[in-house]
């Protein structure tokens, strides 16, 4: 007489699993902190370079993400004006090879960077993930047309 052998089912990961409710660990928020600190330093020097106004961008797109899923105290019309500002510097800087960071940019800026750090030590990691992804899809979309552009 032959056993059956009960068969577990496979593990799946959780993607609502506790860490998702919590804040980012300190270190990782710290180091991602840092970073956006730095160019934000590197641009109010005026000694910004091409990678400086990409981290800062970022760190002004995650702060817009976060922000419309409700969890900055930042009005979302004033974080998408400075948003603008700095994606225009952005293609600016692209095409001319100019990285110099204008007056009117370098006065709201600030309150971005910090909200961005706040939000970053504050929010949940589901939240902070999800900003992630929806600027990594952003960044993707924004290749493919470089790349049909350029065909």
Not at 62 to 86: I, Y
Not at 92 to 100: E, L, N, Q, Y
Request: aromatic share 4%; hydrophobic share 40%.
């Amino acid at each position: 007489m032959p056993t059956t052998k009960k068969r577990k089912p496979a593990k799946r990961p959780r993607t609502n699993s506790k860490t998702q409710f919590l804040p980012m660990p300190q270190r990782d928020s710290d180091a991602m902190c840092l970073q956006s600190r730095l160019a934000f330093e590197g641009m109010r020097g005026q000694r910004a370079t091409s990678r400086e106004v990409k981290t800062v961008a970022q760190a002004v797109l995650l702060t817009s993400f976060m922000t419309e899923a409700g969890h900055g105290l930042l009005d979302l019309s004033f974080v998408k004006e400075v948003e603008r500002e700095v994606l225009a510097l952005l293609d600016r800087g692209k095409a001319t090879g100019d990285w110099t960071v204008p007056e009117t940019l370098l006065e709201p800026l600030p309150s971005v960077i910090n909200k961005h750090d706040r939000q970053l030590r504050e929010v949940r990691l589901g939240v902070v993930k999800a900003a992630v992804e929806r600027l990594e899809r952003m960044i993707v979309s924004a290749i493919a047309q470089q790349a049909q552009e350029g065909l």
